[in-house]
């Protein structure tokens, strides 16, 4: 999905910025035909490079890597280690499930429901892309009384 994606943007004039670690590249698996592709040591300088080239993060539906990548880049927003919205592109309710225990989690007290927020749900890209271009109203966190800057 991630190559279909980036051909798809190339096709329209976009621009992509492919990020790897080189253990993928030598089992053949990086996107040769990325105007700039990045090569990294390890899956957790990817997430790090990712994360500060990106103004938002979306997820498409995926499989453990994109619930992984989600959840932390989540909690780097509730954590305050960033300002970026996060999103899921709910494709035919692909979703609906995580969606349905991110609520309940707010409801049994484990989530604030500020928190909720964080994550924005949208079945279209457009309407996805509106909402993550907005900026967060997540308060800044403050853990055990104390503010960003303490």
């Given at each position: 999905l991630?190559?279909?994606?980036?051909?798809?943007v190339l096709a329209a004039g976009g621009h992509v910025t492919g990020v790897i670690p080189h253990g993928l590249v030598v089992r053949e698996l990086a996107h040769t035909g990325l105007p700039d592709l990045r090569v990294v040591s390890s899956m957790h300088e990817r997430?790090?490079?990712m994360a500060e080239l990106s103004d938002?993060?979306?997820?498409?539906p995926g499989g453990f890597g994109t619930f992984e990548e989600l959840?932390?880049?989540?909690?780097w927003t509730q954590l305050g280690v960033h300002r970026k919205p996060c999103g899921l592109l709910?494709?035919?309710?692909?979703?609906d499930p995580l969606v349905a225990l991110v609520d309940r989690a707010v409801s049994e007290g484990f989530v604030k429901p500020e928190n909720r927020a964080i994550i924005a749900v949208h079945a279209d890209p457009v309407g996805l892309l509106d909402l993550v271009s907005r900026p967060l109203t997540t308060p800044v966190v403050q853990w055990a009384g104390r503010s960003d800057s303490t």
């Open positions: 991630m190559g279909v994606m980036a051909d798809t997430k790090a490079l938002a993060f979306v997820a498409l959840c932390e880049v989540v909690t709910n494709v035919a309710g692909f979703y």
